[in-house]
């Protein structure tokens, strides 16, 4: 990473790739309770909360040690890049 426009594109695909097992986990769960809720005439709000939360749950119970090291690595990266991207603006 050698330039501000690195970082940030390094800061939104980090973004990208630690959200995206959350969003896909709750779209999941959505999708087959909304089915269900079709299926039975049952319309409950927490109904269709309580399953997306218990999936974003058991996604960071699962993998959170993998999303943890992803941004930890992310972390460490751009701090080290940003002392780098000041002293080359100065030059």
């Not at 993998?63 to 030059?91: C, F, K, M, N, P």
Request: aromatic share 4%.
């Amino acid at each position: 990473m050698n330039s501000l426009l690195d970082l940030w594109r390094e800061a939104l695909i980090t973004t990208a790739l630690v959200c995206a097992p959350l969003v896909v986990g709750a779209l999941v769960v959505g999708v087959i309770t909304s089915l269900l809720q079709a299926a039975t005439q049952m319309n409950d709000s927490s109904f269709s909360f309580v399953p997306k939360l218990v999936a974003i749950g058991l996604v960071l119970a699962m993998g959170g040690h993998a999303l943890l090291d992803r941004l930890t690595r992310y972390t460490a990266s751009a701090v080290s890049a940003a002392g780098d991207i000041g002293v080359e603006e100065r030059q």
